[in-house]
């Protein structure tokens, strides 16, 4: 049945479709006891950290931090909403946490540490906060994530002889997502151990280029990025020949794919340190 209390978050997808694949993965992957404690790192929309608190129950507790007042409001929102007395939600920075040493007995992160500024510093910080024994479980998207995309704009950059726009665009994937491999290292040069690195992934599937640059998730998370490596002033061009070339696969073949691979990391904080 409709709940008529959420009419004022209906711009707001209850589970949005790119958070979701990887929080499932997520949900099935942490270990939840009655009282716990919980840190979830990077809250966006607040899932799975609601889902988390319920599944939870009283007398544990989720606390989500994020910097972004949006997601301070939307999630305090849907707290009261939806009566989640064990969740609360503080604005901070995952590198520089306001909790004391050894709090938590689990610490999640849905797709959220790779867009920190300094990951090794925030993962410095979640071991910090994670008590002895406790697990950390997180999900992170890969550098082959829409690589359908970028395959397509290296084409046309590198036709047009832009090559130092090729390089801006490399340096943009690998600031924002990085390898399995250099994770793991990161994650274990903290102190934490590795149980298990899980990978998986998930498509989008469009029927044209103005379907794909239309959508709701790329033009508000990722158009703006992508324009940047562009060659200033050449943008639109540069759009043109890519949106003609992404039509032409969707004429040949009846849709454009995009895959977003992802890993998910079950870690637990060592009790003898």
């Given at each position: 049945m409709f709940d008529s209390n959420f009419t004022e978050l209906n711009s707001y997808d209850e589970l949005p479709l790119w958070s979701a694949p990887f929080g499932l993965m997520l949900l099935d992957t942490i270990q939840l006891k009655q009282g716990m404690k919980v840190l979830d790192v990077g809250s966006g929309n607040g899932f799975p950290m609601l889902e988390i608190a319920d599944r939870l129950g009283s007398p544990g507790h989720v606390t989500g931090i994020d910097p972004l007042e949006d997601a301070i409001r939307i999630?305090?929102?849907?707290?009261?909403?939806?009566?989640v007395p064990n969740a609360s939600l503080i604005q901070g920075f995952a590198e520089e946490m306001p909790f004391e040493n050894e709090q938590f007995d689990l610490i999640t992160s849905n797709?959220?540490?790779?867009?920190?500024?300094?990951?090794?510093?925030a993962f410095r910080e979640c071991f910090r906060v994670a008590k002895h024994g406790a697990q950390m479980v997180i999900t992170m998207n890969l550098p082959h994530t829409m690589i359908e995309f970028y395959e397509i704009v290296e084409e046309v950059l590198r036709e047009s002889g832009r090559m130092h726009e090729v390089i801006l665009m490399e340096e943009h994937i690998a600031s924002k997502r990085k390898t399995v491999e250099f994770l793991k290292e990161m994650i274990i040069s903290t102190g934490f151990s590795i149980k298990s690195i899980n990978p998986d992934g998930f498509n989008y599937r469009f029927t044209s280029a103005e379907a794909l640059l239309h959508h709701y998730l790329i033009r508000n998370y990722f158009l703006d990025s992508w324009k940047e490596f562009l060659?200033?002033?050449?943008?639109?061009?540069?759009?043109?020949?890519?949106r003609q070339r992404i039509n032409t696969i969707c004429e040949q073949e009846g849709e454009f794919n995009l895959s977003i691979p992802f890993a998910c990391f079950n870690c637990f904080k060592p009790f003898n340190i």
């Open positions: 999630i305090n929102k849907k707290i009261s909403r939806r009566e797709n959220g540490l790779n867009n920190v500024n300094d990951q090794s510093n060659p200033l002033k050449k943008e639109e061009e540069v759009m043109q020949q890519v």
